[in-house]
């Protein structure tokens, strides 16, 4: 088995996407449907999952990312929006059908069962599909995406008044709310395809006209979709990949499909870079982007860079947060990415070990924050970008990620951090059992503060005391003040940006940084940009732009080449 990162689609539009290929002939052809928006990411390690297991069956499969999503061009505010995911899938499917010369299989999970359907439903080449806790209609999905946000995020005290709707970090136009009000599985009258394995929630009632349909057009094996409420009902980034609905999945395929091993295949040239097109309609600058691997393991990341190159720049590393994979919160790291080479930066989307598309080192655990393997990632990943000078790199970090900046930062050093939310308190497991290089990041506190802080009393404390005991404490390292770790890369000459939300940087200092922090702004190359407001995840649109702007703002001027890209005025993320 095989797996090829490639581009497909039209050469101005280009779609990302996974092949996953079978040892010998396939036995057929399947395309998976991600769903849309949070729910994407929450996702995405299970459908690497699920497309790992049916290639190891002998099926020929392609997971991607719809126009506008993941590593595609476009993005959430050009028009058409449905339409441009109901064309992606299209394509995705002629090209499976022309390697393959079988019909294809669709697997759709929430709204990307809807889509699925609906392309299903007007042709004659596909000959399964899979919906997968599928969306009724674009309206439900919709409303349960609100309710998931009030829960996870809160009310918006400042709501986006041009029509559209933002749900966890994804913007919906007015335009492409109004396309997915008429995204209904009840209007689709055609069989979606002779067989149709349907998972739904045993918790939820499935709507019973679009039941009645499916039973009366199609041979449909109706079944539960364990795990599902694990996976999406919450916003929090844990891997959660279940196990039995990807079992229920791959044997039903099997059956449905047996193998006779005779089916050769056709296997085109894969396109393993695509030009990009950033900019508006009066200042279009063109990106090339191009997968990575890096390191002995091979992790994976996407460089994008300015075309024509305009000559060797340190390198921008945005990192993983959480478990989440390389396109960053909300997309963020995807749209920077082509904003920054556009004026002449180069960047590196990359996920960790055991995140995302990179594999897992022996005996670690895939899906794991903060992981302890990490750190030693970064320096091959370094020293590979870089043998000459592993240092010549800046890297660009949310809440783990930024963590993982500043530990970078204090002992391998690099150019500059951009740490965005970094948990400055977080004790590494490692650290904490006497292992790895303690100026690798904050000490951790003496054992007896520890016992202190655990017994609820150091909450009590830690506002009552006055900032000089504080300060006293950190000098002695009995109570290291959270800003420890970034006075010491600050004295080590690191271009350092901290940017927080109000919550998160009150979380953070309080009264212990009081006097660090005072001195950490006297420095040049120090910069704390704090956004009122702005939650731990950049879930909202104009906290994610402003933020987005003020690392534009650094980065450009400091990072960028000499040559033409370099020249062009910096813009807004949300106009690319």
Not at 76 to 95: C, G, H, K, M, T
Request: charged share 25%.
């Amino acid at each position: 088995m095989s797996t090829t990162p490639f581009w497909f689609g039209p050469e101005d539009r280009r779609l990302f996407g996974w092949l996953h290929e079978p040892v010998g002939p396939p036995r057929g052809g399947v395309v998976l449907c991600y769903p849309v928006g949070y729910e994407h990411l929450l996702a995405y390690s299970t459908f690497a999952r699920l497309a790992e297991r049916l290639a190891s069956a002998g099926f020929l499969v392609l997971r991607f990312d719809y126009d506008g999503t993941g590593d595609s061009a476009g993005n959430d505010y050009e028009p058409a929006r449905v339409r441009a995911w109901l064309e992606s899938i299209r394509r995705a499917i002629e090209l499976v059908h022309g390697m393959t010369g079988q019909n294809v299989s669709l697997v759709g999970m929430r709204l990307g069962g809807t889509l699925a359907a609906m392309v299903a439903g007007e042709t004659s080449d596909v000959a399964g599909v899979v919906l997968w806790d599928p969306c009724v209609s674009g309206r439900s999905f919709i409303r349960e995406s609100k309710m998931l946000h009030i829960v996870g995020v809160g009310v918006d005290d400042h709501p986006i008044d041009d029509g559209a709707v933002e749900v966890a970090g994804h913007v919906f136009t007015k335009e492409t709310v109004a396309e997915l009000a008429a995204a209904d599985l009840a209007s689709i009258e055609a069989p979606l395809a002779p067989r149709v394995l349907a998972l739904v929630r045993s918790d939820r009632t499935f709507n019973s006209k679009v039941k009645a349909h499916l039973d009366a057009t199609s041979d449909v094996t109706w079944d539960d979709a364990v795990g599902q409420g694990d996976l999406i009902d919450e916003l929090a980034l844990i891997e959660r990949v279940p196990l039995q609905a990807i079992d229920r999945i791959v044997d039903w395929m099997q059956a449905a499909f047996p193998s006779d091993g005779s089916a050769p295949m056709a296997r085109p040239e894969l396109p393993n870079t695509a030009v990009m097109r950033h900019g508006d309609d009066v200042d279009v600058v063109d990106v090339v982007e191009r997968p990575v691997r890096l390191g002995a393991l091979g992790l994976f990341g996407i460089i994008t860079e300015p075309l024509p190159g305009d000559g060797d720049t340190p390198i921008v590393i945005c990192l993983n947060y959480g478990t989440a994979h390389h396109i960053g919160p909300s997309r963020l790291w995807v749209e920077l990415a082509r904003e920054w080479a556009a004026h002449g930066v180069r960047v590196l989307r990359l996920d960790l070990s055991g995140v995302g598309d990179s594999p897992v080192r022996s005996g670690q655990r895939s899906g794991l924050s903060n992981a302890p393997e990490a750190f030693d990632d970064m320096v091959q990943v370094l020293t590979d970008l870089n043998s000459a000078d592993p240092h010549d790199a800046v890297v660009v970090g949310v809440c783990s990620g930024a963590y993982l900046s500043i530990d970078v930062a204090a002992l391998h050093g690099v150019r500059g951090i951009y740490a965005l939310n970094a948990n400055l308190r977080f004790e590494p497991d490692d650290l904490l059992a006497g292992a790895g290089d303690a100026n690798r990041a904050l000490p951790p506190s003496r054992s007896f503060i520890r016992r202190v802080s655990a017994s609820g009393l150091g909450d009590r404390l830690k506002d009552r005391l006055p900032p000089l005991l504080w300060h006293v404490l950190d000098r002695l390292h009995i109570h290291p003040a959270p800003t420890h770790a970034l006075e010491r890369i600050v004295d080590k000459g690191v271009d350092t940006f901290i940017g927080y939300g109000t919550d998160n940087l009150l979380t953070m200092l309080t009264q212990r940084s009081k006097y660090a922090l005072r001195r950490l702004e006297e420095r040049p190359n120090f910069h704390l940009e704090v956004v009122d407001g702005m939650d731990h995840l950049l879930m909202l649109r104009r906290h994610r732009q402003r933020m987005a702007d003020a690392l534009t703002a650094h980065i450009v001027p400091k990072y960028a080449s000499a040559g033409p890209a370099a020249q062009r005025s910096p813009v807004s993320t949300s106009e690319s």
